[in-house]
């Protein structure tokens, strides 16, 4: 063969492969345009079941635009990072649901109808200073007109990415608010005090709760729950009849969700008893039995949880020195389950004379632990705490155990009853009241497990609910104002709101994070990090020095009260505000010269992923087949 018709062949083969090459794409764009893969080490990209489940019973379009200053934001490469992950993710929830599902990206530059349009749903913008303030936030709209707004994404946050996005979906597809029954054996809502013949005010949790969901009072002597309740709240269940017992019973294995709150010494439950020997006979302790006991869940009521490394602080009266007391905690994130949607993100939680939970042996349920005690905890009777009358007596002969309790758990998987039988009969003294009572309901007719994975939340503490552990009071002209010291609010409006969900949203777990660290990045923000230590010490310096200057400056006033200042000052000023000025333009140069640099790492990677990567396994395929094509002609 001469070398011109080699040519021909290779030139023709070329063309070839371009043809080919061009019918591939075509061919992709054409037939598989739907098909994704997410090679992300955490799956990043891969929609959870549960969002595919909640995505295919949407029945009515939902419409979602999503705001990020794209234009503002050119030179701030994490924040861009995050957002591009945002919009992926949207991306493929939209791809997922199809026509039920409307994506619209937005840009709102400024002082455009699109900027205005952000305002005007609500946003929020982040200030970066400088007058520079963008928007970076998600609102979603269905078909009746209502609302739902994600105002900021945190990036601290993105491991529950999926899930907020997930829950305004759902929200939006089902409009009707949360119904939720609350059962309490302290008077959380309002009422009405006969000794002091005024009205009582509701605890603060109870009017928070009642702002985002309906909440409807139930009785303690209850026979049935209503199949539309999507959440039952029980706190402080004392004295509950069998048949009360029953109907939760039946309530949580036919799939209800029940957030649960009981306490070996309720504080709260003896100031609210007012010295009444009768109130006070009748116990200050709360449980569950038999529930939990046929759930193979642990609680005693005659225990409470003491912890050296969590207690508070105490003040016992003016001029003395505080107290710390070890069955009073204050919990850190250390803490919390940090995994999980309802504690994430909280920042201290308040508990008094608290319980614990264990997972007995035998359990078929699972038990996940939300708050726990440190090691630095032992558990002390509950006489003990109650009959106290100087909290530093706790001190005396404390020892820890070494291990950590459980003081708030989720609880999940198979539930079994605890009335194998049907439904029990109170005893009732009057006979012929009990006669016209109708016979217990037949074994048959009852739930002995649960008909799906059960999903409650159990708490060991009732005074965790009160004012007095995480919220102050304030009366301003006329109007009651509440402060937070704590986040016991969140938590309970957390797991309501959490419990209140479908199955599928209840599902969906904290993800991975997008962030994969490189060295040399790092070693650039360091270089930076150092550089602006340096320029932040000169201009504190500089200003520290100013700020002297101009102090004596005051001194110099006429009787006016005007200003003196000599030539020589007024010129010093002015060097300061200038230099002021440069090193700010210093730090920003820093900034960019730091963002540029990572840039250009992301486009050498970029090249790459796309150009490099794929040129090697062609060529690599290309000489696989002219060694295959060599051997034959051998």
């Known amino acids: 063969m001469s070398t011109q018709t080699q040519r021909k062949i290779g030139t023709a083969s070329l063309v070839l492969l371009g043809l080919v090459f061009i019918a591939a794409v075509t061919a992709n764009n054409a037939l598989l345009s739907g098909l994704r893969f997410d090679l992300t080490e955490n799956n990043l990209y891969t929609v959870s079941p549960g969002t595919r489940a909640l995505l295919s019973n949407i029945e009515e379009p939902i419409n979602l635009y999503y705001f990020f200053s794209d234009t503002e934001t050119s030179d701030i490469t994490p924040l861009r990072n995050f957002a591009t992950r945002v919009r992926e993710l949207l991306e493929e929830l939209d791809a997922v649901a199809g026509e039920n599902l409307n994506l619209n990206i937005i840009d709102p530059v400024p002082f455009s109808e699109d900027e205005d349009r952000a305002a005007q749903f609500g946003l929020q913008p982040i200030n970066l200073g400088l007058g520079q303030a963008i928007y970076f936030g998600l609102v979603g709209t269905n078909s009746v007109g209502e609302e739902e707004i994600i105002s900021i994404f945190n990036p601290d946050r993105e491991r529950f990415l999926e899930y907020e996005i997930a829950r305004m979906i759902y929200s939006l597809a089902r409009p009707e608010k949360v119904v939720v029954g609350l059962l309490a054996g302290v008077p959380m809502t309002p009422g009405f005090d006969p000794q002091m013949q005024r009205p009582t005010e509701p605890w603060v949790i109870y009017t928070q709760a009642e702002?985002?969901?309906?909440?409807?009072?139930?009785?303690?002597?209850?026979?049935?729950?209503?199949?539309?309740?999507?959440?039952?709240?029980?706190?402080?269940?004392?004295?509950?009849?069998?048949?009360?017992?029953?109907?939760?019973?039946?309530?949580?294995?036919?799939?209800?969700?029940?957030?649960?709150?009981?306490?070996?010494?309720?504080?709260?439950?003896?100031?609210?008893?007012?010295?009444?020997?009768?109130?006070?006979?009748?116990?200050?302790?709360?449980?569950?039995?038999?529930?939990?006991?046929?759930?193979?869940?642990?609680?005693?009521?005659?225990?409470?949880?003491?912890?050296?490394?969590?207690a508070l602080s105490i003040s016992t009266g003016a001029g003395l020195r505080p107290i710390r007391h070890l069955g009073l905690l204050g919990l850190n994130s250390a803490a919390m389950d940090n995994d999980d949607v309802i504690t994430d993100g909280l920042s201290t939680l308040n508990l008094g004379s608290t319980g614990h939970?264990?997972?007995?042996?035998?359990?078929?349920?699972?038990?996940?632990?939300?708050?726990?005690?440190?090691?630095?905890?032992?558990?002390?009777?509950?006489?003990?705490?109650?009959?106290?009358?100087?909290?530093?007596?706790?001190?005396?002969?404390?020892?820890?155990?070494?291990?950590?309790?459980?003081?708030?758990?989720?609880?999940?998987?198979?539930?079994?009853?605890?009335?194998?039988?049907?439904?029990?009969?109170?005893?009732?003294?009057?006979?012929?009241?009990?006669?016209?009572?109708?016979?217990?309901?037949?074994?048959?007719?009852?739930?002995?497990?649960?008909?799906?994975?059960?999903?409650?939340?159990?708490?060991?503490?009732?005074?965790?609910?009160?004012?007095?552990?995480?919220?102050?009071?304030?009366?301003?002209?006329?109007?009651?104002?509440?402060?937070?010291?704590?986040?016991?609010?969140?938590f309970v409006i957390n797991s309501l709101d959490n419990l209140s969900g479908s199955a599928?949203?209840?599902?969906?777990?904290?993800?991975?994070?997008?962030?994969?660290?490189?060295?040399?990045?790092?070693?650039?923000?360091?270089?930076?990090?150092?550089?602006?230590?340096?320029?932040?010490?000169?201009?504190?310096?500089?200003?520290?020095?100013?700020?002297?200057?101009?102090?004596?400056?005051?001194?110099?006033?006429?009787?006016?009260?005007?200003?003196?200042?000599?030539?020589?000052?007024?010129?010093?000023?002015?060097?300061?505000?200038?230099?002021?000025?440069?090193?700010?333009?210093?730090?920003?140069a820093v900034q960019r010269n730091l963002d540029q640099d990572i840039e250009r790492l992301g486009v050498i990677l970029q090249a790459i992923n796309i150009v490099v990567v794929p040129l090697l396994l062609t060529l690599f395929a290309l000489g696989t087949v002219a060694l295959r094509r060599k051997r034959k002609g051998t």
Not at 229 to 237: E, M, R, S
Not at 417 to 431: L, R, V
């Open 504 to 588: 599928e949203l209840i599902g969906i777990r904290a993800r991975g994070t997008y962030s994969r660290p490189f060295t040399r990045v790092e070693a650039l923000r360091r270089d930076a990090d150092a550089q602006f230590r340096q320029t932040e010490q000169l201009l504190q310096a500089e200003l520290t020095e100013t700020e002297t200057r101009l102090a004596e400056l005051q001194a110099a006033r006429t009787d006016e009260g005007a200003l003196l200042a000599s030539p020589e000052q007024q010129a010093e000023v002015q060097r300061f505000l200038d230099q002021q000025i440069r090193i700010r333009q210093d730090l920003r």
């Open 211 to 310: 702002q985002l969901f309906e909440v409807r009072t139930l009785s303690s002597s209850l026979t049935t729950i209503e199949e539309e309740l999507d959440v039952l709240w029980l706190v402080h269940p004392k004295g509950l009849g069998l048949e009360t017992l029953y109907a939760i019973d039946q309530f949580i294995l036919r799939g209800g969700r029940a957030l649960i709150f009981l306490d070996p010494f309720a504080e709260i439950d003896m100031l609210n008893s007012g010295g009444d020997p009768a109130a006070m006979a009748a116990g200050s302790s709360s449980n569950l039995d038999p529930l939990l006991a046929a759930w193979g869940i642990g609680f005693t009521d005659t225990e409470v949880v003491a912890d050296n490394q969590l």
């Open 357 to 490: 939970f264990t997972l007995l042996d035998g359990s078929t349920a699972e038990i996940e632990p939300l708050l726990t005690s440190s090691l630095d905890a032992a558990l002390l009777p509950a006489i003990q705490v109650q009959m106290l009358s100087d909290p530093e007596m706790l001190q005396d002969g404390f020892v820890p155990t070494g291990e950590s309790y459980i003081l708030a758990a989720r609880i999940t998987g198979q539930l079994t009853t605890a009335f194998p039988d049907g439904q029990p009969q109170d005893i009732i003294p009057d006979s012929e009241v009990a006669a016209s009572i109708p016979e217990p309901s037949p074994a048959s007719n009852n739930h002995t497990n649960s008909i799906e994975n059960a999903n409650v939340i159990l708490v060991g503490d009732v005074d965790f609910l009160s004012d007095r552990l995480w919220v102050q009071r304030q009366n301003f002209l006329g109007q009651q104002l509440t402060t937070a010291f704590a986040s016991n609010g969140d």
